[in-house]
């Protein structure tokens, strides 16, 4: 392994812990971790706050990165709200937390799941296929 891909990997699994123990420091602070006790709302903003706090150590300056909308100067709409949008430029709308964004700034959004099954991702398995089997 060359000195470079080392540095990489050291570098990945020291973040992924960094992570690992932020997530698990904000769930014991909070008294969360208790089956049945999890706010809705917490249960999403903390995982997410960490999450943009990652990839903001990643961004370069004339990038921000915020929760928001995306407006759509042609269409003239509003997507729903979403996690994270990578942005450059000034948005319409910027609040603390929160910002309107030109779709024409946006570099990237991302969403964050607690959890996601395989379904969610590649949409439900097809059932012709199941029905020609039994044809």
Known sequence: MSALNKFYKELGEAKSR??????????SVYGISI????SKQIGGMVPEG??????????LPKFRIKRGLIFDET???????????????????????VAIVQ??????????????????IF???LIAAETLKQV
């Open 18 to 27: 960094e992570l690992y123990e932020k997530y698990n420091t904000l769930w």
């Open 35 to 38: 089956v049945g006790t999890r």
């Open 50 to 59: 960490i999450a943009k706090d990652f990839a903001r150590e990643f961004l």
């Open 75 to 97: 269409a003239k709409k509003l997507s729903p709200q979403i996690d994270a949008i990578i942005y450059e430029g000034v948005p319409l709308l910027d609040y603390t937390d």
């Open 103 to 120: 779709k024409k700034n946006v570099k990237g959004i991302f969403e964050v799941k607690g959890w996601i099954a395989e379904n969610d």
């Open 123 to 125: 949409g439900k398995k």
